[in-house]
């Protein structure tokens, strides 16, 4: 009995093992035959993925994370599938077309990141024309090798489909088993996609709505979610009336019914400038640190540097940039509001009624003007500047174009036209004037150093020789880097400026009146250049070892802290002399402003700057900086910029009011909601008055 069982047992582990075995072998078999059934697709397949993960990887850099890569593959899978719905003729087309499709937006992509450290936004195809001329800027300073290397993809799709196609392996699939398969793709992306959204979190969700951090939600979504969310963000001025306005309408009232019951607080400054004529200079790229940099002696900015120490000088002052760089500055200076978190406002929202420094001023009877010699069309001024308020735009045909630098008209041209246009806007009665005047020449690809003048920014020292005799020895610092072709053309900037403020002086144009000067964004320096002004070793013309004392780490929090641009207010009746080092933001501009020159917008988000104790600086990307700690949204994480503690309420409260300003200023853009308002309350008055 006990060998009958025993054989039992023995014939059962080997029928065991020889069905699992078998099974094996089928499972392997047909799993092979399957895949080796539609290379192409398995070709195509392997390419998208590969050339998303890598884009990744050289931007955000997260290799160890699975999510954007089960994301990736859902979304290639669907893209796969529809292939089944096509003549097999055509299959090959379609997978051409679509490694196309994704080389060129991975390659748009890696080259915007290098320049913007973003990610680029369908919305930009409506602004594509005003980067024709700014071509030249990517090909010399933002294009490297790493972007080229994507188009490995759709070269090798079209060989591996040769060698398909010389050894006959690949038949057309019959029309059924094509609807099989598709079926089945369309399973195992369901399966993936369920599989990632499991790992996502409520606040996953809630800053894909938003969108305003993109290098997050690449990190964590893929490139190719984020462009299919960014593509159906990009149609949202179509469609928003339909969507959202009750949520959005009642978070607005709610904002400003609190922020317009606390009443003004009145201080040293207010209406120290009322009815006196104002002038901005929009300074293009310029940057603080330039300010406090020399040269053998000789400093980057002396003009600005005399402006600043005679002026108010605000040290810690941020651009809150989106897309629209240059354009997003002027409309946040003017409106207090930040710019909209996709898209530009100039190009996707110049048809919605805003408040602004022009029309403030016209009520208190101001002639508003602004001069650009550039194209009027570029960032759709020609249309929002109206938008905005302004009486007239002088732009390129006002203008002989007589000196070019870079992109346009020299500044120094530019400024010593403008004058006489002023001088006789004052003769024909055009006073009191707020004028901005935005400047051109300190545009990337700062390559024409021979026209921005003898600036050099090389180290020269003087020794004594073997003969023991005085040599002097020069090294080249900044010398043949982008940074030191940038402090050139800052240092011909700096020049114009003050060539421009004597000539207004000449002209009697400085009387009654006060001159502002902003930087309208950082020159997005490569962030090796910061390393090598910081730690330059003259005496060997080599760096500063990382272990030495004086080594200065440019991670990212130093570069981010970098990024801050000069903001002085300078009148020549008026020597304020005083440097204010609270954090302060674009959007700050217009209520300090108004309470020096007496005008308040009821839509501001921003705070007149010495009306308070404590100031928050919020970025388009969710970041937020106060005077203690800068916060980074996509990683959760801060760099404590005193020495005291902060506590965890403290982020959480700042958090909190980020993401309320960003969505109160993004939905009032989106739903026009100021017009919506006044017409309401018109409507309201005449039911009351029974009209």
Same mark, same amino acid.
């Given at each position: ?353 805003? %408040?602004?420094?022009?029309?403030? !001023? /016209? #009520? +208190? =009877?101001?002639?508003? &003007? ?6 009027? $069309? ?40 403008? %004058?006489?246009?002023?001088?006789? !806007? /004052? #003769? +024909? =009665?055009?006073?009191? &004037? ?6 051109? $020449? ?250």
């Amino acid at each position: 009995m006990k060998n009958i069982i025993m054989r039992i047992i023995s014939n059962s582990q080997k029928r065991y093992v020889f069905l699992k075995n078998k099974i094996s072998n089928i499972k392997i078999k047909e799993i092979k035959k399957y895949i080796t059934a539609d290379l192409l697709l398995l070709y195509f397949f392997v390419g998208a993925l590969i050339n998303s993960t890598l884009v990744r990887y050289l931007t955000v850099k997260n290799y160890f994370d699975i999510r954007p890569i089960l994301a990736d593959i859902t979304c290639i899978l669907l893209i796969s599938l529809f292939s089944y719905f096509i003549k097999p003729k055509g299959r090959f087309a379609y997978f051409l077309i679509w490694s196309f499709i994704i080389t060129i937006i991975i390659f748009i992509n890696s080259v915007y990141y290098t320049f913007y450290n973003s990610f680029v936004s369908f919305s930009l195809l409506s602004t594509s024309l005003f980067l024709v001329d700014v071509g030249d800027a990517v090909v010399q300073n933002v294009l490297e090798p790493k972007d080229i290397i994507y188009f490995w993809f759709p070269i090798m799709l079209y060989l591996a489909n040769r060698q398909i196609n010389h050894r006959r392996r690949q038949r057309p699939i019959h029309l059924k088993k094509s609807k099989q398969r598709a079926f089945n793709i369309f399973i195992l992306s369901v399966i993936t996609g369920l599989i990632f959204i499991s790992t996502l979190t409520p606040l996953d969700f809630s800053r894909i709505n938003k969108q305003w951090n993109r290098e997050f939600l690449v990190a964590r979504f893929g490139l190719y979610i984020y462009h299919l969310n960014d593509l159906i963000k990009s149609i949202e001025p179509q469609i928003n009336t339909l969507f959202g306005y009750d949520t959005a309408a009642k978070q607005f009232r709610e904002f400003y019914q609190e922020l317009n019951t606390i009443e003004p607080i009145k201080n040293k400054y207010t209406n120290i400038f009322q009815g006196k004529n104002l002038i901005t200079i929009h300074a293009e790229s310029i940057q603080s640190f330039a300010m406090n940099l020399q040269f053998n002696g000789e400093e980057v900015t002396p003009n600005l540097n005399r402006l600043a120490s005679q002026g108010l000088n605000f040290t810690n002052f941020y651009t809150q940039v989106g897309v629209g760089t240059s354009s997003d500055t002027e409309f946040t200076l003017n409106t207090s509001l930040l710019p909209v978190s996709n898209g530009t406002v100039f190009v996707s929202y110049w048809n919605r009624e805003y %408040v602004t420094i022009p029309s403030l !001023l /016209k #009520e +208190k =009877g101001y002639y508003s &003007f602004s001069m650009h010699a550039n194209n009027g $069309t570029f960032w759709n001024r020609l249309i929002m500047h109206e938008v905005m308020g302004y009486d007239k735009f002088f732009h390129k045909p006002n203008y002989t174009i007589d000196e070019k630098i870079g992109l346009g008209l020299s500044d120094a041209s530019f400024f010593s036209q403008s %004058v006489p246009m002023i001088a006789k !806007l /004052k #003769e +024909k =009665g055009k006073e009191p &004037f707020y004028g901005t005047m935005i400047m051109l $020449t300190c545009h990337t690809p700062f390559d024409e150093i021979e026209k921005y003048g003898d600036f050099p920014v090389d180290y020269k020292t003087t020794i004594i020789n073997e003969d023991n005799e005085e040599e002097e020895v020069i090294q080249p610092y900044m010398e043949g880097t982008r940074m030191g072709n940038y402090l050139k053309a800052i240092n011909y900037a700096d020049r114009a400026i003050g060539q421009f403020i004597n000539n207004l002086d000449e002209a009697g144009l400085l009387e009654n009146t006060v001159i502002v000067i902003y930087g309208d964004h950082d020159a997005r320096l490569p962030r090796r250049d910061f390393n090598r002004l910081y730690n330059y070793n003259p005496e060997t013309d080599t760096l500063l070892d990382e272990e030495d004392p004086n080594f200065k780490r440019v991670d990212y929090y130093q570069y981010e802290l970098d990024r801050k641009v000069p903001f002085i207010i300078w009148a020549k009746e008026k020597r304020l002399s005083q440097k204010v080092d609270t954090v302060m933001g674009m959007y700050d501009v217009l209520p300090t402003l108004g309470n020096m020159f007496g005008f308040r917008s009821n839509y501001q988000i921003g705070k007149d700057i010495f009306s308070i104790k404590e100031n928050i600086v919020v970025f388009l990307n969710g970041n937020w900086l106060t005077d203690k700690v800068y916060y980074n949204s996509q990683k959760g994480e801060y760099l404590l910029l005193k020495d005291e503690p902060i506590e965890e309420d403290y982020i959480n409260r700042n958090n909190e009011y980020a993401d309320t300003i960003l969505g109160v200023s993004n939905s009032l853009i989106i739903y026009d909601l100021i017009k919506r308002e006044r017409e309401t309350t018109e409507l309201l008055k005449s039911i009351q008055s029974g009209e």
